[in-house]
């Protein structure tokens, strides 16, 4: 191996999860994260807590590690330039110029229409004078979204008409945004792959995902058929995309499948993706080894499906079900689930349980579709998630 320790941008679930496929290679990780006592940071080697502009803190971590990723798209893309202009930094995954335009709305829209890939109908509104100067009516149902630091549906507001439009412009602080309309959905899809630094690319099974309230409720792998062509056409989007992007390292496509048979492009994700967890238990090579084995300059693993596999987050809501007399939120008892066959949990190591905020993930894999659609039924009632 080139590479014995690698580093890590973010202090969150994602990063934690890299944290350990990357040990599990035996590699020792940085974590460097606003965050102190981080998810990540906690089962790191070596922590580091500090913003992510402080020049003199990132020079300490760059003296630690040579190869740099990160588990959270809203790491500014300053920072990954910076790092990539010191001496001795050897790779920085992905790059700034590939999260300068996924981590904002505009210009990631603007960037895939100009692939002539498929996208929802949409305008900017960056000012008031946009609001007075655009036509919308063709849009409407639609959703305004915040074209920087949202997630998870937070910077999200539907809006039926203009006055609708001009309200929720107004409560997101009149910042850039994007309209877009709402269309009539099949599923909502999605696709993780990897790309190395020689332009090798492995992408994982499509993901039939399922939300609730913006964030990603369930991921079902293995048990929806696709036709080949459909297939094909959800990959060579997301590889043209990488490909153009000049990505290297783990990416995420959400896409829309959309009642008429067409495929528009949702969101880009830079990193790996809540909908790839399923890759932990059913597949030979996860995402986030994917990731390890991108920094550490090794063979991208098999992203084959073993078996038909589900995927459950678990938010902090689940802590407020059975709260005590003083509304003090209690956790769920795991034991009911945890006998189930097929059944693998994952607790993110977070102290605090809030409503919405994502606590772990439960994944059910099992030979037989029935079965993994059953049992995942009976743990969403257990845990009323």
């Known amino acids: 191996m080139n590479a014995k320790r690698l580093g890590i941008l973010g202090g969150g679930q994602l990063g934690r999860m890299f944290t350990q496929a990357a040990q599990r290679l035996g590699f020792e990780v940085v974590v460097y994260s606003p965050e102190l006592d981080s998810p990540a940071g906690s089962v790191a080697e070596y922590e580091i807590f500090a913003p992510y502009e402080e020049h003199e803190s990132l020079d300490n971590f760059a003296s630690l590690t040579q190869y740099i990723s990160t588990e959270f ?17 050897k790779l920085v995954s992905p790059s700034a110029n590939a999260v300068e335009i996924v981590q904002d709305r505009i210009k990631e829209k603007s960037f895939v229409k100009s692939l002539d890939i498929g996208l929802a109908p949409y305008a900017s509104i960056k000012s008031d004078e946009d609001l007075i ?23 999200q507001i539907p809006a039926s008409n203009f006055d ?62 696709f036709s080949d062509s459909i297939k094909d056409e959800v990959n060579s ?3 043209e995309i990488a490909k153009k992007l000049n990505y290297v390292g783990v990416l995420c496509v ?10 528009c492009v949702n969101e880009i994700a830079p990193r790996p993706h809540n909908s790839g967890h399923f890759s932990i238990e059913a597949c030979s090579c996860s995402q986030f080894e994917q990731q390890a084995r991108i920094l ?90």
């Not at 893309?77 to 001496?87: A, G």
């Not at 959703?143 to 997630?151: T, W």
């Not at 499948?257 to 495929?263: K, Q």
Request: hydrophobic residues 40%; glycine residues 10%.
């Open 296 to 385: 550490g300059d090794l063979p991208l693993g098999d992203t084959n499906l073993i078996q038909p596999v589900i995927m459950l987050n678990i938010l902090g809501d689940a802590w407020f079900v059975n709260s005590d007399e003083n509304g003090e939120p209690i956790e769920p008892s795991w034991a009911e689930i945890l006998k189930m066959p097929g059944v693998n949990l994952h607790l993110y190591g977070k102290k605090e349980a809030r409503p919405g905020r994502k606590m772990g993930h439960v994944t059910v894999m099992l030979k037989d579709s029935h079965k993994v659609r059953e049992t995942a039924k009976k743990i969403i009632e257990i845990l009323k998630l």
């Open 237 to 239: 989007i997301a590889t």
């Open 133 to 155: 100067q655009e036509n919308f009516t063709g849009l409407y149902p639609g959703i305004l979204k915040i074209a920087s630091l949202g997630y998870d549906g937070k910077g």
């Open 254 to 263: 959400e896409m829309f499948w959309l009642e008429d048979g067409t495929i």
């Open 73 to 89: 798209e809203n790491v500014p893309s300053d920072t990954l330039r910076y790092l990539s202009n010191l001496e001795g930094v």
């Open 164 to 225: 609708e439009l001009k309200n929720a412009f107004e409560t997101l602080g009149k910042k850039p945004c994007v309209f877009e309309k709402k269309l009539n959905l099949k599923m909502e899809i999605s696709v993780v792959l990897a790309r190395n630094k020689n332009g090798e690319i492995k992408t994982y099974p499509i993901s039939v995902n399922t939300h609730k309230n913006g964030i990603l409720h369930m991921s079902e792998i293995g048990l929806h058929s």
